[in-house]
């Protein structure tokens, strides 16, 4: 089946501007929670056993003594505790996740396909600030269409947490413009679809993989758009919007620190009779202490 280029584009487009703001505004995020507020645990029962402390003072009388685990590290900001052969419970990973402000490298990439045609590709990348009041961070976002390599998009953005400041770089010497914040850059709570997962129940344990490089659990289902709708309103909003069908598919994976290293959503919808799938991944690496991001300076913005 061919599909009709104008189709695929505009839908591609829609999709990957949706994108960029997603990474100017966390799109796709919960609305922004108190720095420093705990995660909350989910009570769904852990289809993988919990590592628990265990000491007994004195030894139980029994005509056979049961024999006493081996004790493991209580679960603190530095991760829950782990088994083994070094698996961990996620819903203990996510009730002791660390709220102190963060900086890790975000990579992202979007695509947009229907018929097996891909209509867009949206790549980015840069440093970013969590578990702070706004999305403090640097970043570079480029689309390109069907088959060229040209972008036909490529923004620049700086939050410097009170002000953000774009540039399109397809304009060489472009000067930056200057945006108060706003409601346009929303705190980033990476944890809101882990808790979801979690309190899917066991069908969304994937169980333990290495991602990055890092031991991380997976966890993944498909949420319905009532489900999006109680986690994050704005985005179950953008997403009747597009005209998405049946909700989305997430897919995340945490560490024992309850940091999530990787995400993906997937979604389908349909633009002007055609069926366009979406598809988002993100992945989060070198995390290291908050950094601060300066206004861009008049040399940089005539580069």
């Known amino acids: ?38 995660a909350t645990a989910s009570p769904t029962t852990s289809a993988t056993p919990t590592p628990t402390a265990t000491a007994s003072a004195t030894p139980t009388p029994a005509p056979t003594p049961t ?27 996510l009730a002791n996740a ?17 018929g097996g045609q891909v209509g ?11 578990n702070t009041p706004t999305r403090e961070g640097r970043t570079e976002t480029k689309m390109t269409l069907a088959d060229s390599d040209e972008p036909a998009l490529w923004m620049e953005t700086v939050n410097t947490g009170t002000t953000i400041f774009m540039r399109d770089r397809t304009k060489p010497g472009s000067a930056w413009r200057a945006e108060d914040l706003g409601d346009k850059a929303r705190a980033d709570d990476l944890t809101v679809y882990v808790k979801a997962l979690v309190d899917a129940g066991p069908a969304a344990r994937k169980g333990m993989e290495q991602k990055n490089g890092v031991p991380a659990y997976h966890l993944g289902a498909r949420l319905t758009a009532a489900q999006v709708k109680a986690i994050d309103p704005t985005e179950y909003q953008k997403m009747v919007d597009k005209g998405v ?41 070198d995390f290291g202490p908050r950094e601060t991001f300066s206004a861009p300076t008049t040399t940089a913005a005539a580069s």
């Open 1 to 38: 089946m061919t599909i009709r280029r104008t189709t695929l584009t505009a839908a591609a487009t829609l999709l990957a501007l949706s994108a960029v703001a997603a990474c100017n505004d966390g799109d796709a995020q919960s609305a922004p929670t108190a720095a420093g507020a705990p």
């Open 67 to 93: 024999p006493t685990p081996t004790p493991t590290a209580s679960a603190t900001a530095t991760g829950a505790p782990v088994d083994a052969t070094g698996a961990f419970d996620p819903a203990v990973a």
């Open 98 to 114: 660390d709220r102190t402000p963060y900086a890790a490298t975000e990579t992202m990439k979007t695509t947009a396909t229907a």
């Open 120 to 130: 867009s590709v949206l790549a980015g990348t840069g440093r970013v600030n969590y």
């Open 245 to 285: 069908d049946g909700g989305k598919q997430i897919d995340v994976w945490i560490d024992r620190a309850g940091r999530v290293l990787a995400q993906t959503q997937s979604m389908k919808m349909t633009t002007g009779g055609t069926a366009v799938t979406s598809t988002i991944a993100l992945t989060y690496t």
